[in-house]
């Protein structure tokens, strides 16, 4: 099976890029509705009293800035993946279409590394957020992903391999 061009396993997976990138705008507005929800809900605060947040077994009084937290960080998280998606979906229509080395490539293999970066260092900014806000988390630890950070080193040095093919291409174009 071929991999690059029509028919190809790019195309296929492309196909379920362009899934996936329609499920994560469903779940960002999921989270809108979720959001407006909670904020209509907080006016009304009895609405609010059958949700127990507790902290070492204590009941938070107000678990409206806990609860649209844990929606903020969730937004930016989907918002993350869903700009990483749509970097893939765009690489992988520039592979489908034959043309694996792009100048195009290039910007969008770094966009996606610094996003995946970005969501690592969130989720550590979280874990802290919420050590900081709820005292039952005290005990937790952080837990350092090798594997996300080696994920994003191996982004990074795509991204140089699609420049060097993306020049290697120029200088070819040029050559009579």
């Known amino acids: 099976m071929r991999a690059l061009g029509p028919g190809s396993v790019s195309s296929f997976l492309k196909i379920i890029l362009d899934v996936v990138y329609a ?64 970097c893939l979906r765009r690489i992988f229509t520039s592979l489908t279409a034959g043309d694996p080395f792009h100048p195009d490539n290039v910007k969008l293999l770094r966009l996606a590394g610094v996003m995946l970066a970005g969501l690592e260092l969130g989720r550590y900014l979280v874990w802290a957020v919420t050590r900081w806000v709820l005292s039952e988390a005290q005990d937790s630890e952080p837990n350092f992903s090798l594997t996300a950070w080696f994920s994003v080193l191996v982004v990074f040095v795509l991204a140089e391999i699609f420049r060097e093919g993306a020049r290697l291409r120029r200088e070819a174009e040029l050559t009579i």
């Open 23 to 86: 499920a994560l705008w469903v779940g960002v507005g999921g989270v809108a509705i979720l959001t407006v929800l909670l904020l209509l809900l907080s006016f009304n605060p009895e609405f609010l009293q059958n949700i127990n947040i507790s902290t070492e077994g204590a009941p938070i009084d107000n678990p409206v800035p806990v609860l649209a937290g844990g929606l903020f960080a969730g937004a930016l998280y989907l918002a993350g993946i869903l700009v990483i998606t749509g």
